[in-house]
């Protein structure tokens, strides 16, 4: 199991990086997003250079709002395009996996508009990818693709689509967390990558560090041992003060080696 962290978007990569290295963590989940990390502000060669230095590992990762599902097509086809350059920048930097949100954002249109324009997007994506070496995979998102059944909706279809667990989303608009039924329906070879982070329930989507919230963080981590995964999980802990982060570490390291 390796663990990880997000850069910022607003800060320079190669700088989140050096932090990153230095508080020992092992690869970096890469977000393209803008101000500062924009794919075309990102020198990709650099990055790799740098995670290289470190012996960093990197995993890619997408903005939530690219409205690749829109009911607009002109809107639908820009924001392809732009998953496209991130394919690109994550396979000249060495990932070989890329996450994508799902878009459900289409106000007077069924569930089935949105599903089958997602599919549509992601099997596009999926075959551009081969030719960089970079798969994609679609991450759990509270209200509309948290559920077995609803992101069967997407996996099924679509057999080199990869799951990108979130811990934290899977606590989010549920009555109780869905990553045990997420990880015993799709298993660990469907399962890619993983977000963990705290929260106390509800609709707030707090990335507090682990322990802070009321999660049975802990049970999650062990279904995930029991089931085979031994990837990458990204601690997603956004909070000022890194202290927060380098303690969620210890304690997700600690837990792991216990199970």
């Known amino acids: 199991m390796l663990i990880g962290a997000m850069n910022h978007p607003r800060e320079r990569v190669t700088e989140e990086i050096r932090w990153m290295a230095e508080m020992g963590l092992q690869f970096l989940d890469l977000t393209l997003e803008p101000p500062a990390a924009a794919v075309e502000r990102v020198d990709a060669r650099e990055v790799r250079a740098a995670l290289a230095d470190h012996g960093m590992d990197v995993v890619g990762h997408t903005a939530y709002y690219l409205p690749f599902g829109s009911p607009f097509a002109s809107l639908r086809r820009a924001a392809l395009d732009e998953l496209k350059r991130c394919i690109e920048a994550f396979g000249a930097v060495g990932a070989k996996w890329m996450n994508v949100h799902p878009d459900r954002y289409a106000p007077m249109h069924d569930r089935s508009f949105f599903v089958e324009r997602d599919i549509e997007g992601f099997a596009e994506l999926i075959e551009f990818g081969k030719g960089h070496g970079v798969g994609v995979m679609a991450e759990n998102i509270p209200g509309d693709f948290n559920h077995v059944w609803e992101l069967a909706q997407l996996l099924d279809p679509l057999p080199e689509l990869g799951l990108h667990l979130d811990i934290?989303?899977?606590?989010?608009?549920?009555?109780?967390?869905?990553?045990?039924?997420?990880?015993?329906?799709f298993g660990a070879e469907r399962l890619k990558h993983v977000h963990l982070h705290d929260n106390k329930g509800g609709v707030a989507d707090l990335h507090l560090p682990l322990g802070a919230g009321t999660m049975d963080w802990r049970s999650h981590v062990r279904t995930l041992k029991a089931a085979g995964y031994d990837g990458t999980i990204t601690l997603e802990v956004f909070t000022p003060d890194r202290r927060h982060l380098a303690y969620s570490r210890d304690v997700l390291r600690g837990a792991w080696e216990e199970m």
């Open 168 to 185: 934290g989303h899977c606590n989010l608009h549920v009555h109780q967390n869905t990553c045990p039924e997420l990880v015993e329906r």
